[in-house]
């Protein structure tokens, strides 16, 4: 939640809470402001218990080991209150209420205690809802702080991989054709710039992002053969300002060009990307040649760290369908994600 919603929060849920007196006026009697004055001291209360233990109380002691000080003075200081909010009704209405007449008529003996032990227990409900929110707000900055350091590790674990497949490629161009390996060396410190400074970043724009998948797919094309079919095809929206966690989808290319290539049959890799201000969507299509059980490069590591990515950016807000068809291996990312425009 961010701070402008949780102040109108609070701010909604004490006017609810100060117009409660205003609820006990007959049908027929009018608003008067002093009776209210009289009786919004209770609320007042419980604004005080509330606050004194979120903004102060609970960070203090209870969330730092001193949880014995904390139930003291919270004990003090709802009994304190709870007395003072008594005598305050009992002895007010002579300056707030002077034409009304109070009938005196014989008191219980444990009546004022009565009403002690009830305002000190709706001043327990609030020190309790002020402990809940403020505990659920921990967990929530904790969570954040988890994903966030798992989302570092995961980028930290990419850079490597990708690196050593495209160093690889580039070895194996040397071999054929310098000029072919000069041009691929100019695609790599494009995206070696990429890799280096825009993934640390949370969000790029979409645009930025197919840029550097183009520039690995051309890349790639530079070392095929004539028997492999490959497209690249992004449809952007003219208004489109979705942005997208950068590198989300180089595992998936990756992968297409490594199960998807075949040395001897035809075969093709087909990259499709489309975004608007709704959806960003990824389909890659290739030839299904899976690397035979001897070959353990790569071990999964790609595909795993797409899912875990997804799954700490967009958790709840993506889908992610892989088939087989026709020998065809089909891999579909869809991110709805009402967060990753730009406004």
């Keep these: 939640m961010n701070k402008k919603a949780e102040i109108a929060l609070h701010v909604a849920a004490w006017i609810i809470i100060f117009f409660t007196p205003m609820m006990y006026n007959g049908h027929n009697e009018s608003i008067d402001v002093r009776r209210y004055l009289c009786f919004s001291v209770a609320p007042m209360m419980l604004a005080i218990v509330f606050y004194a233990n979120y903004f102060h109380l609970i960070e203090r002691f209870f969330l730092n080991g001193g949880r014995k000080q904390f139930v003291i003075y919270n004990i003090v200081m709802i009994l304190s209150l709870s007395m003072l909010l008594h005598i305050w009704i009992r002895y007010s209405h002579h300056f707030f209420l002077p034409d009304i007449k109070v009938v005196k008529q014989p008191r219980h003996p444990l009546e004022p205690y009565v009403f002690i032990i009830r305002d000190s227990f709706n001043m327990l409900i609030a020190c309790v809802m002020a402990t809940t929110i403020r505990l659920s707000r921990r967990i929530h900055q904790a969570e954040d702080a988890r994903k966030e350091a798992e989302l570092k590790t995961l980028r930290a674990q990419i850079n490597p991989h990708f690196l050593l497949n495209t160093l690889n490629n580039i070895y194996a161009l040397t071999a054929i054709d310098c000029s072919r390996a000069q041009k691929a060396i100019d695609e790599l410190s494009r995206i070696l710039r990429h890799v280096l400074y825009d993934n640390e970043r949370p969000f790029i724009p979409i645009a930025e992002e197919i840029k550097f998948l183009n520039d690995y797919v051309s890349l790639m094309r530079i070392r095929l053969s004539s028997n492999v079919e490959v497209r690249f095809n992004a449809d952007i929206a003219d208004d489109c300002r979705a942005s997208i966690?950068?590198?989300?989808?180089?595992?998936?290319?990756?992968?297409?060009?490594?199960?998807?290539?075949?040395?001897?049959?035809?075969?093709?890799?087909?990259?499709?990307?489309?975004?608007?201000?709704?959806?960003?969507?990824?389909?890659?299509?290739?030839?299904?040649?899976?690397?035979?059980?001897?070959?353990?490069?790569?071990?999964?590591?790609?595909?795993?760290?797409?899912?875990?990515?997804?799954?700490?950016?967009?958790?709840?807000?993506?889908?992610?369908?892989?088939?087989?068809?026709?020998?065809?291996?089909?891999?579909?990312?869809?991110?709805?994600?009402?967060?990753?425009?730009?406004?």
């Design 245 to 343: 966690a950068p590198m989300i989808f180089i595992s998936l290319v990756e992968n297409a060009f490594k199960h998807g290539v075949s040395a001897n049959d035809n075969s093709h890799v087909f990259i499709d990307i489309h975004a608007d201000n709704q959806t960003i969507t990824c389909h890659i299509r290739n030839s299904n040649n899976p690397k035979p059980k001897s070959d353990h490069s790569g071990h999964g590591i790609g595909l795993s760290q797409v899912e875990k990515r997804l799954e700490l950016t967009y958790t709840g807000k993506y889908k992610w369908k892989q088939w087989t068809d026709n020998n065809e291996y089909n891999s579909k990312i869809i991110i709805y994600d009402t967060k990753m425009c730009n406004n």
